[in-house]
């Protein structure tokens, strides 16, 4: 009898994982002791176990971690586009993952020729796209960028190098608004002005900061156009200091994880000005979702 709890979420210590003895028992030892069609919602399983008690899933935990089946290196993903057996002991599928390759400082054309084809964007028949895509992310990842955290982006990025990005908006401008008085705490009041084709929206709206007010007034601008960004929602929002020595002059990493209900994707932004790097992420996730939407409904 084996006693432990999916995650290993318990007291102190915690438990046994059983989303890392359960594919072992299987899989390695040949334990007749799951179904293999319930062996392939591991993955679900274990996410929807940390959704529910609400704690973000662990990226580097085996079998259903997102990092699990994740390759960076342009050596590495040459290999494994080649045999995936030579760095993978199982097939992610069997656990209901899938294989991540990442587009960093270290990758090579294979990454890219890999990422391109997983994201459906096309680098021409000789592929010579990816090495200027390349390049543009080593400068990216060393201004402060980084895009294996930030897919969304990434895609996004890949379709402007490649000329096949078609903005479902523009910024005209935006300005935000932080007041607080002895009274009550703080609260942000944001307008911003789009262009959408040949329509310009104004509107305006508040939020709990600054962040939260850009967010609401965007979707207000954007509803009667695209009414599905209401299906959208903010799962996390990050703030990293890149350099510290600068102090509050440093320049900064904020990465927005949002959700559908079909899809979980990251968007990144960096500038010094922690607004500006919020409205490049907020902008990218919304671009994002309806260039997802457009892609669906072409199927």
């Known amino acids: 009898m084996v006693q432990g709890t999916i995650n290993g979420y318990g007291e102190r210590c915690g438990n046994a994982d059983l989303t890392a003895i359960i594919p072992i028992l299987a899989l390695k030892m040949d334990k007749d002791c799951i179904s293999r069609e319930n062996l392939e919602r591991l993955q679900n399983l274990s996410r929807f176990i940390s959704e529910t008690a609400n704690v973000p899933p662990v990226n580097s935990r085996p079998f259903v971690g997102k990092s699990a089946f994740a390759h960076k290196g342009g050596v590495h993903v040459n290999a494994i586009m080649k045999n995936p057996m030579a760095y993978e002991h199982i097939s992610s599928e069997l656990v209901g993952n899938k294989r991540r390759v990442i587009v960093s400082e270290q990758s090579g054309k294979s990454n890219i020729e890999y990422k391109a084809k997983e994201l459906g964007v096309d680098l021409g028949k000789d592929g010579a796209a990816g090495y200027q895509i390349v390049t543009s992310i080593k400068d990216l990842e060393d201004y402060g960028f980084e895009f294996d955290a930030a897919e969304g982006s990434l895609k996004l990025i890949m379709e402007k190098l490649t000329d096949q990005f078609v903005p479902h908006f523009e910024l005209e401008s935006f300005r935000v608004v932080v007041e607080k008085d002895k009274e009550r705490p703080c609260y942000s009041h944001a307008m911003i002005k789009i262009r959408m084709g040949n329509k310009t929206e104004i509107t305006s709206a508040e939020g709990e900061g600054p962040v939260s007010a850009l967010d609401n007034a965007l979707r207000k601008a954007l509803a009667t156009t695209f009414p599905q960004v209401d299906d959208m929602h903010l799962v996390d929002f990050k703030v990293r200091v890149i350099d510290g020595m600068d102090g509050t002059d440093a320049k900064v990493r904020v990465l927005i994880e949002s959700w559908d209900e079909n899809n979980i994707f990251s968007t990144i932004g960096v500038s010094e000005d922690i607004i500006e ?23």
């Open 277 to 299: 790097a919020s409205w490049q992420a907020l902008a990218d996730s919304f671009q994002y979702k309806l260039s997802l939407d457009n892609k669906n409904k072409a199927k």
